[in-house]
T-cell receptor
Framework: GESVGLHLPTLSVQEGDNSIINCAYS??????FIWYKQESGKGPQFIID?????DKRQGQRVTVLLNKTVKHLSLQIAATQPGDSAVYFC????????????FGKGTHLIIQP | DSGVTQTPKHLITATGQRVTLRCSPR?????VYWYQQSLDQGLQFLIQ???????AKGNILERFSAQQFPDLHSELNLSSLELGDSALYFC??????????????FGPGTRLTVL
C-alpha cells in the first residue's frame, strides 16, 4: 500500500446522507479484503470483509463492493451518523494463509451536522 | 472492546534504550500479529505468531523481536531505539491465522515516544 503521509484523503458528508469510501489495491493475488474503522486514540475496528469470489456483501448499514477487474474496493455507509466519523482503512491479504494484512492509506470521514 | 489487551498504553523512552510491549489475545485466539502505525509509513505488518511459533514476517527490523508464550500472550521487544521508532504499535489476534480469511481483531495500541 501507499504511505499515509501527514494528509489523509478526506470525505465530508452531511449527517443522514450516504457515504462512499474508495480504495484501490495493488496485489492481484489478494483474495480477502477488509474494511476497518479507526477512531482517534483507538485501534482499528473490524467493519466488514469480503472474499474474492464475491463482488458484494452487506452488513448493518454498510456494503462492500469488490471489482477485481480494476482492483477496486468500496465501502458504502448508509444514513451516516456522527459516530461514523473516523479514519477508514481498506486492507488486503494474499491467499496462502499466513501473513499480515496490507493496509491502504486511509480516508478521513467527517460528518457535518 | 475487541477483547485484545495491550500494555502499557503509553511509553516514553530515550534513544538507544530497549522496551517491551505486551499483548494478550482474545480468549481462544491462537494467532497474534504485531503492526506499527506511523505518520509516514501508515499501518505496517511486522510479525505473526501462531500457537507459540513464528508464522510470518513482514517489515520488521532486526532490532525488533517478538515471542509468544505458552499462555498465548505475546511480547514485542524493541532495542537500540531510534527517534524514527516513535509510533503506535498494535497487536491483533485471530482464531487460527492459517486461513487467509481469518478476521484479525486489534487491540488499543501502545504509543511509543522515543526522545
Amino acid at each position: 500500500g501507499e504511505s499515509v503521509g501527514l494528509h489523509l484523503p478526506t470525505l465530508s458528508v452531511q449527517e443522514g446522507d450516504n457515504s462512499i469510501i474508495n480504495c484501490a489495491y495493488s496485489n492481484s493475488a489478494s483474495d480477502y479484503f477488509i474494511w476497518y474503522k479507526q477512531e482517534s486514540g483507538k485501534g482499528p475496528q473490524f467493519i466488514i470483509d469480503i472474499r474474492s469470489n464475491m463482488d458484494k456483501r452487506q452488513g448493518q448499514r454498510v456494503t462492500v463492493l469488490l471489482n477485481k477487474t480494476v482492483k477496486h474496493l468500496s465501502l458504502q455507509i448508509a444514513a451516516t451518523q456522527p459516530g461514523d466519523s473516523a479514519v477508514y482503512f481498506c486492507a488486503e491479504k494474499a491467499g496462502g494463509g499466513a501473513d499480515g494484512l496490507t493496509f491502504g492509506k486511509g480516508t478521513h470521514l467527517i460528518i457535518q451536522p | 472492546d475487541s477483547g485484545v489487551t495491550q500494555t502499557p498504553k503509553h511509553l516514553i523512552t530515550a534513544t538507544g534504550q530497549r522496551v517491551t510491549l505486551r499483548c494478550s489475545p482474545r480468549s481462544g485466539d491462537l494467532s497474534v500479529y504485531w503492526y506499527q502505525q506511523s505518520l509516514d509509513q501508515g499501518l505496517q505488518f511486522l510479525i505473526q505468531y501462531y500457537n507459540g511459533e513464528e508464522r510470518a514476517k513482514g517489515n520488521i527490523l532486526e532490532r525488533f523481536s517478538a515471542q509468544q508464550f505458552p499462555d498465548l500472550h505475546s511480547e514485542l521487544n524493541l532495542s537500540s531505539l531510534e527517534l524514527g521508532d516513535s509510533a503506535l504499535y498494535f497487536c491483533a489476534s485471530s482464531v487460527e491465522g492459517r486461513m487467509s480469511t481469518d478476521t484479525q481483531y486489534f487491540g488499543p495500541g501502545t504509543r511509543l515516544t522515543v526522545l
